[in-house]
């Protein structure tokens, strides 16, 4: 049994590294351009808006707190909210006006052109996730997926799409922290 689990933890690690790999090959310019982008609009007056469900709605709300408080070096806090953390807010737009509004409803309040909405969805088909990106275009804000392979579908709804080369969810979501992180380690570097 003990050789058993010692083999899928291993399998986990070599497919995290793997899904890395992938990363490094083909995702560094689309990063540094997400990185850009998020300083440039937070340079300009603007905000970050982050949303995702489930475990992308905790990185989500890592994110914000990455920027709002400090990432490795001192320095001022930096406009950006996620949006999966008002829960009378969530409860509230879901109850009246379905579950596939919660995230759109709020980008609409919200929003403002020049700001930057991060929607995250493993799976680039989360109806919240897509509405949220359609209504950040619509209000002028740039529009970002972070997801996983495939995501044909999220493409549509998105001004910037970054797709992790993994069709697994555990190993999309280690990925999207390792994206967010390396956007955070950009901005950083940039003030």
Do not use: W
């Not at 807010?89 to 980008?107: C, H, K, M, P, S």
């Amino acid at each position: 049994m003990e050789e058993r689990l010692s083999q899928l933890v291993s399998a986990a690690i070599h497919e995290h590294r793997d899904v890395l790999s992938g990363l490094e090959r083909s995702l560094i310019p689309a990063i540094v351009n997400l990185a850009s982008r998020v300083n440039t609009a937070l340079s300009a007056g603007g905000k970050a808006l982050i949303f995702g469900n489930g475990g992308s709605a905790a990185d989500a709300q890592h994110f914000a707190a990455e920027l709002t408080g400090r990432f490795v070096r001192e320095r001022d806090p930096l406009p950006a909210v996620a949006l999966t953390t008002d829960t009378s807010a969530l409860t509230a737009i879901g109850n009246d006006y379905g579950f596939e509004e919660i995230f759109a409803r709020q980008v609409r309040a919200l929003a403002a052109p020049g700001d930057v909405a991060l929607g995250l969805t493993t799976s680039g088909r989360s109806a919240n996730v897509l509405r949220a990106l359609d209504a950040a275009r619509k209000k002028g804000a740039l529009a970002v997926g972070l997801t996983g392979t495939p995501h044909a579908r999220l493409a549509d709804h998105c001004d910037l799409v970054l797709a992790v080369p993994s069709a697994k969810t555990a190993r999309i979501q280690e990925a999207h922290i390792v994206i967010l992180h390396a956007v955070c380690e950009i901005v950083d570097a940039l003030r």
